[in-house]
C-alpha cells in the first residue's frame, strides 16, 4: 500500500522552514508545484491538506530541499528533532542559508551594495551575540531578518561619510526605473512591499514583522503597489511585480562575508566593547574616590571682595592762609609751648 502525499510531508511549520532554508519564496514554490501562492501560504499554515499530483509533487520538492542538509536545517529552525551540531556550526548553517538572500533584500530596501552586505554583518554578529535566545526562537531567520532591515533603513546613515554620495546605479534602464521607484517610496511601505511581494510573507506575518496592524500594513501595500505601478506601469500586477523584484535582487552580486569571519569579527566588538565599559567605570570610580580625597570637610565662608570707605573728606587743598587762620597762627607761636598754663585753655 503506497503512502498518500499529505503522510510523507513534514509539519506545517517544518514545510516554511525548508523552503526559506532553500532561499525560496512563496511564489517560486507555488510556480515549481503548479498551484496559487494562496495554496503554498495555506499549506505552510496547516490551514488545508496537500493532495493529489500537486501534493505529490511538493512533497518531492520538500524532500529535495531537506536531503543535501536536513542536519543543518534542524539547527538552523531551532525547534525540531534534536541536533548534535555544535553552536557555531547551527550558526553557520543559518547563516549560509539566510545570509545571501537577505542581503539582495536588503539591497532593494537601501539601493546601497554596502550597506546591504553591512546590514547582513550586522544582524548576524548580533544573532551570534544572542544566539541562545536566537536558536530558541520559532523563526531565526525572520529574528535576523528583522534586525537587518531595521539597520539598513536606519536613518542615521545619511549622516556617515561613506554614504553621502549615491551608488551608482543598475545598468539595465528597468532596473533602474524599479529601483528608483522603490526608493522614493516611505520606508515602512517600502518594506512592507519587500516583504508581501519580494519574500513572499503572507499579510498577518508582514504585519507582524512591521509592527503593524494587518489592516494598516494593507494599506502600506496597496498604497505601495499604486505608487511603483504609476512610475512602471508594466508592474500593476502584483505577480511581475514580485517577478521582477526577485529578478532585480538577483542581478546584483552580493557575496557576504564568511560566517567563521562574521562570528570572529562580532566576539572582537563585543570584547573591545566590554573592555571599553570596564575602562570608562574604572574612570568613574577614580574621579569619584579623588573627589572624595580632595573634598573640604568643614564650610568655608568665601572672602568679601574689597570695598571703598565712604565718609572720608578729601584732603584740603594748599593755599594762602585767611585773616582767621593768619590770627591763630600768630597766637600760637607767642603763646608758652610748655609748662602747666599749656593744659588750661584761655579764652580768646
Known amino acids: 500500500m503506497t503512502e498518500s502525499p499529505a503522510s510523507q510531508l513534514p509539519p506545517p511549520k517544518e514545510r516554511r522552514r525548508l523552503r526559506e532554508a532553500g532561499s525560496l519564496t512563496q511564489a517560486q514554490v507555488a510556480e515549481r508545484v503548479g498551484v496559487a501562492r494562496a495554496t503554498i501560504r495555506a499549506w505552510e499554515r496547516g490551514r488545508s491538506t496537500p493532495g493529489?499530483?500537486?501534493?505529490?509533487?511538493?512533497?518531492?520538492?520538500?524532500?529535495?530541499?531537506?536531503?543535501?542538509?536536513?542536519?543543518?536545517?534542524?539547527?538552523?529552525?531551532?525547534?525540531?528533532?534534536?541536533?548534535?551540531l555544535t553552536?557555531?556550526?547551527?550558526?553557520?548553517?543559518?547563516?549560509?542559508?539566510?545570509?545571501?538572500?537577505?542581503?539582495?533584500?536588503?539591497?532593494?530596501?537601501?539601493?546601497?551594495?554596502?550597506?546591504?552586505?553591512?546590514?547582513?554583518?550586522?544582524?548576524?554578529?548580533?544573532?551570534?551575540?544572542?544566539?541562545?535566545?536566537?536558536?530558541?526562537?520559532?523563526?531565526?531567520?525572520?529574528?535576523?531578518?528583522?534586525?537587518?532591515?531595521?539597520?539598513?533603513?536606519?536613518?542615521w546613515h545619511r549622516f556617515r561619510p561613506r554614504y553621502r554620495s549615491p551608488e551608482p546605479p543598475p545598468a539595465d534602464p528597468a532596473d533602474r526605473a524599479l529601483l528608483t521607484a522603490l526608493l522614493?517610496?516611505?520606508?515602512?511601505?517600502?518594506?512592507?512591499?519587500?516583504?508581501?511581494?519580494?519574500?513572499?510573507?503572507?499579510?498577518?506575518?508582514?504585519?507582524?514583522?512591521?509592527?503593524?496592524?494587518t489592516p494598516a500594513a494593507a494599506g502600506r501595500l496597496t498604497r505601495a503597489r499604486e505608487a511603483v505601478a504609476a512610475q512602471v506601469p508594466h508592474l500593476a500586477d502584483p505577480?511581475?511585480?514580485?517577478?521582477?523584484?526577485?529578478?532585480?535582487?538577483?542581478?546584483?552580486?552580493?557575496?557576504?562575508?564568511?560566517?567563521?569571519?562574521?562570528?570572529?569579527?562580532?566576539?572582537?566588538?563585543?570584547?573591545?566593547?566590554?573592555?571599553?565599559?570596564?575602562a570608562f567605570t574604572v574612570a568613574i570610580i577614580g574621579s569619584t574616590a579623588l573627589t572624595l580625597r580632595t573634598a573640604p570637610t568643614h564650610y568655608?565662608?568665601?572672602?568679601a571682595p574689597a570695598q571703598a570707605v565712604q565718609g572720608v573728606?578729601?584732603?584740603?587743598?594748599?593755599?594762602?592762609?585767611?585773616?582767621?587762620?593768619?590770627?591763630?597762627?600768630?597766637?600760637?607761636?607767642?603763646?608758652?609751648?610748655?609748662?602747666?598754663e599749656r593744659l588750661t585753655p584761655v579764652a580768646g
Open 52 to 84: 493529489g499530483q500537486e501534493g505529490a509533487a511538493y512533497a518531492r520538492l520538500l524532500a529535495a530541499l531537506a536531503g543535501p542538509a536536513a542536519d543543518r536545517t534542524d539547527a538552523a529552525g531551532g525547534a525540531g528533532s534534536p541536533s548534535a
Open 87 to 155: 553552536p557555531a556550526q547551527a550558526f553557520d548553517a543559518l547563516y549560509a542559508f539566510c545570509a545571501p538572500a537577505l542581503a539582495r533584500q536588503a539591497y532593494l530596501l537601501t539601493g546601497r551594495r554596502e550597506l546591504a552586505r553591512e546590514a547582513v554583518e550586522h544582524a548576524f554578529q548580533l544573532a551570534w551575540q544572542r544566539w541562545p535566545e536566537v536558536a530558541r526562537d520559532r523563526d531565526p531567520a525572520g529574528w535576523v531578518r528583522a534586525v537587518a532591515y531595521e539597520w539598513a533603513l536606519s536613518p
Open 184 to 213: 522614493e517610496l516611505p520606508p515602512s511601505y517600502r518594506r512592507t512591499l519587500v516583504l508581501y511581494d519580494g519574500v513572499g510573507l503572507d499579510l498577518p506575518e508582514t504585519a507582524a514583522e512591521t509592527e503593524a496592524s
Open 239 to 278: 505577480a511581475a511585480l514580485h517577478r521582477r523584484l526577485v529578478e532585480l535582487a538577483s542581478t546584483e552580486r552580493l557575496q557576504p562575508p564568511r560566517p567563521t569571519t562574521v562570528r570572529t569579527t562580532g566576539e572582537r566588538r563585543n570584547v573591545f566593547w566590554t573592555r571599553a565599559a570596564i
Open 300 to 303: 568655608e565662608p568665601p572672602i
Open 313 to 340: 573728606p578729601p584732603p584740603a587743598a594748599l593755599g594762602p592762609l585767611s585773616h582767621e587762620q593768619q590770627a591763630l597762627r600768630d597766637k600760637l607761636r607767642h603763646s608758652a609751648t610748655s609748662g602747666p
